[in-house]
């Protein structure tokens, strides 16, 4: 039996020729087949699941997560092209609810006239809320269409439970800078689609700062190519030949890419904990450039050193808290960016000194003895007698006063009957 095929939309149809010379230089280069796909291998290589799910026409509802520029919009238009579902975008920023009901009903009559499965494309599926996210679910349980979303986000966090259990969550990471490099290229020998006609010639450090400009967005870098060429003046032969000087005037200074209030932002910090417990100053003097870089809150970065001076270095070097909390003091008297250096000089510091988390974990097994044994009452030999009724029932009664009596350090319990005996504090031995 013959299915019919409802068109596609103009976002996906993207046949050969359609591309116009007017359409941004990254959607003219986008891939059209698997073969000219460059980085995500471990997802798109030939011998993938999920390549040979797509091209079998065999596909289940996937969540492509991954950082912006990283392949997620380009592996649905692959998705598009070598399926026979009918393949429907779906935008969160621009459609709602309304618009998701007349796609299900469409989806439904297709299926029940020729049998022709539907594949939702919902695009940055994050910006729905969890119960315009339970609008999918019943539908995808029941197969009318498959959904295909992607995110900049944690799914995790971001998607309701029941339907990331429905679907396959595929992870696509930064592209690394020889994919990177492989789509510079190719963009700049492309005469029908990319830039080949221009001439544009980069010098090898142009070129490398291009591709670190792009930090592992492709659709960033290709933007960015883009401008740059444009603005570059030909010499006599028609060449444009574009160097480091060249490079800087047209694009100035990168912001690298850093959501503080996103899944990065926690990657950056803990990465620069983890260096400064570690006792590695060259990792942690990194993250914090990168923090610095991107615009973080210095007063965030100093009240993290002021936690980690007590939490992990402790007193093994007691003078850290002191240093730490000196540095969030200098940071806000002093300000941008002469501040910087006080926080480069409060990390090196407590990524030098000796690490003791003795403190900390003293006091996660004291709360835990608080909550498993609940309002455990004072010995009355540690209860301060203030009037004679208390004198009376025994308060203050044995208690002995160190100073005069210092052996009473050593035989005095101050813990409760149920509690004698524990040691909460396990310091180190020191070096």
């Not at 692959?78 to 969160?92: E, M």
């Not at 992990?312 to 002469?338: H, R, W, Y």
């Not at 029932?393 to 005069?404: A, F, I, K, P």
């Not at 004698?420 to 031995?429: E, F, I, L, T, V």
């Amino acid at each position: 039996m013959t299915t019919h095929r409802d068109p596609i939309p103009d976002l996906f149809a993207s046949p050969e020729g359609e591309k116009t010379i007017e359409a941004p230089l990254a959607e003219r280069m986008r891939p059209r087949e698997f073969a000219d796909f460059v980085g995500q291998e471990e997802i798109t290589a030939p011998d993938r699941p999920l390549r040979r799910a797509i091209e079998a026409d065999r596909l289940s509802s996937v969540i492509f997560w991954g950082p912006p520029g990283s392949g997620k919009t380009t592996l649905a238009h692959l998705i598009a092209r070598h399926t026979k579902t009918q393949f429907v975008p779906f935008s969160a920023v621009t459609s709602g609810v309304p618009e998701l009901r007349t796609i299900i009903k469409a989806a439904e009559q297709r299926r029940a006239i020729n049998g022709q499965r539907t594949i939702l494309f919902v695009d940055e599926i994050h910006r729905f809320n969890k119960a315009q996210q339970d609008a999918f679910l019943l539908h995808v349980e029941r197969g009318t269409v498959i959904l295909v979303g992607a995110t900049t986000e944690n799914p995790s966090f971001e998607v309701i439970s029941p339907l990331l259990s429905r679907s396959l969550v595929v992870v696509l990471t930064p592209l690394l800078e020889e994919a990177l490099g492989r789509i510079l290229d190719r963009a700049l020998t492309d005469s029908d689609r990319g830039l080949g006609k221009w001439r544009a010639r980069f010098s090898p450090e142009a070129r490398q700062r291009l591709i670190a400009f792009g930090n592992g967005d492709a659709r960033a870098l290709l933007t960015a190519l883009e401008f740059v060429v444009m603005q570059a003046p030909a010499g006599s032969d028609d060449m444009r030949l574009i160097d480091g000087a060249t490079l800087e005037a047209a694009l100035g200074k990168k912001a690298l890419r850093y959501d503080k209030s996103g899944e990065e932002h926690y990657n950056v910090i803990s990465a620069y904990i983890k260096s400064l417990r570690d006792s590695d100053p060259n990792g942690a003097l990194y993250w914090l450039a990168r923090m610095l870089e991107a615009g973080e809150d210095p007063k965030f970065i100093a009240r993290r050193m002021v936690i980690f001076a007590s939490e992990d270095i402790g007193n093994a070097d007691p003078l850290a808290v002191v240093v730490a909390t000196s540095v969030a003091q200098a940071v806000q008297f002093v300000g941008l960016p002469e501040a910087q250096i006080n926080l480069a000089h409060g990390t090196t510091y407590l990524a030098s000194r000796p690490k003791d988390n003795a403190s900390y974990v003293g006091l996660l097994e004291a709360l835990q003895d608080t909550k498993a044994h609940g309002n455990l009452g004072v010995p009355l030999h540690l209860r301060n007698a203030v009037t004679s009724l208390m004198k009376g029932l025994g308060y203050g009664q044995g208690y002995r006063y160190v100073h005069d009596d210092p052996q009473a350090k050593a035989e005095q319990t101050h813990l409760p009957e149920p509690l004698k005996g524990r040691q909460y504090y396990r310091p180190k031995p020191q070096k």
